[in-house]
């Protein structure tokens, strides 16, 4: 993330200049979209899949919502541009990228040293763990150790079914965290491992009380804002946007909006 913090003063930079520019017109010469290099005059162009809860979908009305969405929106206001978002599935989401048919990704997007050497990242947006959870009532398991001989429900293609295993578990086969929880409550498995932002997206649209966190992964993951090396202004500008906010209070309420905490930092 020190690419991303030696970016400050140039974030800085290029916010004043938007702030100079943000009151142009969609595709007016020297407008915002100009100086960015964005694919849509003046129109911050985005993709997301439309169907990852919580993060991009559809309510009940058809409005595409969510964490991820309201972040974008959030980011496009400050830099005085419109948004557009272009639903792509996640399999062909980066080629969408490389050909220019968008001007970023807001889909969760984590960083790895494997992405950093083809794309750009803004600062992370999206700060998580991985938790071990079990039920409520169970003293005996307080960390990952613990599981040496446990049964843990867990989808056999995650990265957490590795860290299970390597945890001394064994593996009941489940499609995903609402089965998982399911036996975990009818005390068929001992315990589940997933990443923390699900289960706050359980427990603050559920009733949680019969479960609970027993350890979390020292590991962070962190999610952001991607772009290819030629926009690499816009990162340094969605990074000042995101500086600011985050200071205003902005990102912790679409934090507590959807998951009953600030995770962004």
């Given amino acids: 993330m020190s690419r991303n913090r030696a970016f400050l003063t140039a974030a800085a930079a290029s916010t004043a200049l938007l702030a100079l520019t943000g009151c142009g017109s969609s595709g007016e010469s020297g407008g915002v979209g100009e100086e960015l290099g964005l694919v849509s005059g003046d129109t911050l162009t985005v993709a997301t899949e439309g169907t990852y809860r919580p993060f991009s979908y559809h309510d009940e009305s058809g409005e595409l919502v969510g964490y991820d969405v309201e972040v974008a929106e959030a980011v496009a206001e400050n830099l005085g541009l419109e948004i557009t978002f272009q639903e792509t ?8 990228l490389d050909a220019g048919r968008f001007d970023t990704i807001a889909n969760q997007v984590s960083i790895t040293p494997e992405r950093e050497a083809d794309y750009v990242f803004s600062t992370p947006y999206t700060v998580s763990t991985g938790v071990l959870v079990v039920p409520a009532d169970n003293d005996t398991i307080k960390g990952f150790d613990d599981l040496d001989g446990k049964t843990t429900a867990q989808s056999l293609t995650s990265n957490w079914r590795d860290l299970a295993v390597e945890s001394g578990a064994e593996i009941e086969a489940v499609e995903g965290w609402a089965q998982a929880v399911a036996l975990l409550e009818q005390g068929r498995v001992d315990a589940t491992i997933n990443d923390s932002l699900t289960y ?3 427990a603050n649209a559920e009733d949680a009380s019969s479960i609970k966190v ?9 999610s952001a804002f991607v772009a290819t090396p030629e926009r690499e ?9 995101l500086e600011e906010l985050q200071a205003d209070g902005t990102l912790a309420e679409l934090g507590e909006k959807y998951f009953g905490e600030d995770v962004s930092q």
């Fill in 89 to 96: 599935q996640w399999d062909a989401i980066f080629a969408g």
């Fill in 200 to 202: 706050l997206d359980y």
């Fill in 214 to 222: 027993a350890a979390e992964t020292e590991e962070e993951s962190r």
């Fill in 233 to 241: 202004a816009l990162t340094e500008a969605i990074d000042g946007a």
